[in-house]
């Protein structure tokens, strides 16, 4: 267990890995929308904002194609498809930026496609989340017991090495989810003695996960075993953290996505997926569950390749033996299900998308794993490679919007299966196809920081980043010298 003097350590660590990936992320966008989820959802804060409701109006000014719509039966109220917390924090974002500005920027190599988002919703949106994501990253690992340098390494793989980064550019609602998810986690990670707040906490977290997107309900059958399973209480005990727990994450759930799926399908168990269907119920399961996982396109492994490592450590490693259990139960628990939706490869996105909310658990294993230093030298050397892999596909997802990637591939007379399936028409390679013509000249990177701004923009960047890590660097020193018992002595007060 860490010492309250850790505890409070770990803070300015999370601080600084807030703010420099808060840094990146803000300058890797490219502050425009990436599907139609990205523009669903902004349309609905846009129309809250300028009408009052969230109802959607098509085409004023987004086209009825480029909306994902769930529609009343009784009264024909159209709505965004997607959870009240997917849409809601983009309000004060919209209301900032229609009052501040930039415009969207028009149509150039580096943005082809017109846009109607403006650009101060997407740069202060999920650059923020993902930017916490990792802090809790962080928090997390140490909090099951990792070391604070293999801590750090989880949340840079987990930063860097997966489609977190390509995500932070967007408005999609993956990051923020993901966040509150590990928020659950953590809070429970404070659960000692006779204290209940850390379980309200964790269900109320899990509660605004779910509000955020309706499927990260599952947690609840993750979660509420570990309440239940603890060995620090009688069964009394358990029942009423259990208890506490589930009115926590009901208080969210029942007005957030029950009386909001009420508002918008009339039904508070409908939540507007009506064309969702299951593999299960086909005589093939098998294909969406090897699917994500091995897909050239979309499979975990081929864009996180650490993610079978991580599973390893969550299972083996050093560590909360029951905090890496039930983080292991969630990878599983997304494999089986996302694998099993018809539309397991996320439709027109970026590699595997479902399963980026659990990117941070799998590199929480590999820290695991690491520290438990049972892999040998080739272990690391294995480790080391498929990070790096994760981070180079990373690279060319955040250098050039994922759309161009696809219309790439339509360009060549890329198959949709061929697409599941082939390597050659894989996203990735469209996105090395991608790299060339930027290399001639053709297109440019999807950064909007850096196409305002030119290179200035990347000296500022490396200076923001430069003054990050020195600042703490100088806590951490600060900390070291004062861990010395002698300095201890000299700085103790003494009456003259």
Avoid at 297 to 313: D, R, T
Wanted: net charge positive; hydrophobic share 55%; no cysteine.
């Amino acid at each position: 267990m860490l010492t309250k003097t850790s505890r409070l350590r770990d803070w300015p660590t999370a601080l600084a890995l807030f703010l420099l990936f808060g840094a990146v992320y803000l300058f890797s966008t490219g502050a425009h929308g990436y599907s139609v989820d990205d523009i669903t959802n902004y349309a609905s804060a846009r129309f809250l904002v300028e009408y009052g409701s969230p109802d959607l109006r098509l085409d004023d000014p987004f086209p009825s194609s480029q909306l994902m719509k769930a529609s009343h039966p009784g009264n024909g109220r159209v709505t965004g498809r997607y959870g009240l917390l997917a849409w809601l924090p983009l309000v004060p974002l919209y209301g900032l930026a229609s009052f501040t500005g930039p415009s969207p920027e028009g149509v150039s190599s580096s943005f082809p496609e017109p846009s109607s988002i403006l650009p101060l919703v997407v740069l202060l949106y999920n650059p923020v989340a993902a930017a916490a994501l990792i802090a809790l990253t962080f928090l997390l690992a140490r909090r099951i017991g990792l070391k604070t340098p293999y801590a750090i390494a989880a949340a840079l793989i987990a930063g860097f090495g997966s489609p977190i980064w390509i995500y932070a550019k967007t408005l999609s609602s993956i990051p923020l989810a993901a966040a509150l998810t590990l928020a659950a986690l953590l809070a429970l990670t404070q659960a000692r003695g006779q204290r209940v707040w850390p379980f309200a906490a964790s269900g109320l977290a899990a509660g605004l996960a779910a509000a955020v997107r309706p499927d990260y309900g599952l947690l609840v059958v993750a979660l509420i075993p570990f309440v239940l399973l603890a060995a620090d209480a009688g069964p009394l005990r358990r029942l009423w953290r259990a208890s506490v727990w589930l009115l926590a994450w009901a208080v969210v759930v029942v007005p957030g996505v029950g009386i909001w799926n009420l508002y918008r399908t009339g039904s508070m168990l409908q939540a507007g997926y009506a064309d969702q269907t299951f593999l299960w119920q086909t005589s093939k399961p098998y294909i969406g569950l090897f699917g994500i996982v091995a897909s050239p396109s979309f499979g975990l492994l081929v864009f996180m390749p650490y993610g079978a490592i991580g599973l390893w450590g969550l299972l083996s490693g050093s560590g909360s033996r029951s905090v890496r259990y039930v983080m292991a139960s969630l990878v599983l628990i997304a494999i089986v299900g996302y694998g099993t939706f018809n539309d397991w490869n996320g439709g027109v996105s970026w590699g595997p998308r479902y399963l980026t909310g659990i990117a941070p658990l799998l590199a929480i294993g590999v820290g695991s794993l690491l520290q438990n230093r049972s892999i040998g030298v080739p272990g690391l050397l294995v480790v080391a490679l498929t990070a790096l892999w994760g981070v180079a596909i990373s690279v060319l997802g955040v250098l050039f919007d994922y759309q161009n990637g696809w219309r790439n591939l339509w360009d060549v007379g890329a198959k949709p299966e061929q697409i599941l399936w082939d390597p050659h028409f894989s996203l990735v390679g469209a996105h090395l196809r991608l790299l060339a013509q930027w290399r001639d000249g053709l297109i440019g990177f999807d950064l909007y920081i850096t196409h305002m701004a030119g290179v200035w923009a990347v000296a500022v960047l490396a200076g923001v980043v430069a003054l990050i890590a020195a600042a703490w660097m100088a806590l951490e020193l600060r900390w070291a010298a004062l861990s010395i018992p002698l300095l201890r002595i000299l700085r103790r007060p003494y009456n003259s």
